[in-house]
């Protein structure tokens, strides 16, 4: 292992969730994991980052060699049965909204998907110094953190640690479980090592220019139910 890496361990636990990778226009949906773009814009937030700003934009080019690992981590009620996570969609009006030829409309109509009884865990890999940057904003966040949304506010804090060691940042998460009993969604390097490309790694969240380009993902089920 590299000494000049480092792990850095979120948690991720709310009622809801949502997770939009192609959340564009009238239809909101989720993603079943989280995206690297939602990580990312928590980061900014806990930082205190413009949108659009230089800052932002050094902060995002750094975050793109961040290596990122999200794991499903089921939830169980009192009886320690398992719960199942269930997508809710709301139907939701907004007013006064912009038309193409610049004209109000009364009221316009979208569909917008969460995630319930969802938990996940987020290892993020990469420089020391870079991390304990964010560790220190996550454990003091300038501005609001939210799990994909505003109206999805955390019930847990999000920030578990950083750690030099992959396999205790992972401790922090899922215990002695092993990793091989959870789905997760890793990063690959090489195309062929992926089955999914997602539009989620954020280059601009400038509000007149929000840019992404493509994360390559392979996402892998768990081996056991829990």
């Known amino acids: 292992m590299s000494s000049d890496t480092h792990f850095l361990a979120l948690r991720l636990e709310g009622p809801m969730q949502s997770w939009g990778f192609d959340s564009q226009y009238n239809r909101r949906n989720t993603g079943l994991m989280p995206t690297k773009s939602a990580i990312a ?13 230089g800052d932002e934009s050094k902060f995002l080019s750094a975050f793109g060699s961040v290596g990122m690992t999200a794991i499903a981590i089921p939830r169980q009620n009192k009886r320690g ?11 939701h009006t907004i007013q006064n909204t912009k038309k193409a030829d610049g004209k109000n409309k009364d009221c316009h109509i979208t569909h917008r998907q969460y995630l319930t009884d969802a938990a996940f865990g987020v290892i993020l890999e990469g420089d020391p110094a870079f991390l304990d940057a964010i560790a220190t904003a996550l454990s003091d966040p300038k501005w609001g953190l939210w799990l994909g949304r505003k109206t999805c506010i955390p ?16 401790r922090l998460l899922i215990g002695e ?15 062929s090592d992926g089955r999914d490309s997602l539009p989620d790694m954020p280059v601009s969240f400038a509000t ?15 081996v056991e139910n829990l």
């Open 155 to 170: 019930t847990a804090p999000v920030l578990a640690a950083l750690k030099e060691n992959k396999d205790d940042a992972l």
């Open 81 to 91: 049965k398992v719960l199942s996570v269930c997508r809710l969609q709301d139907y």
């Open 177 to 191: 479980k092993t990793l091989d009993s959870f789905t997760r969604q890793m990063e690959v390097q090489n195309f």
């Open 41 to 53: 814009g928590m980061c900014c937030a806990a930082l205190g980052l413009q949108r659009g700003s």
């Open 208 to 222: 007149d220019r929000r840019l992404f380009s493509p994360r390559r993902v392979r996402t892998i089920p768990g």
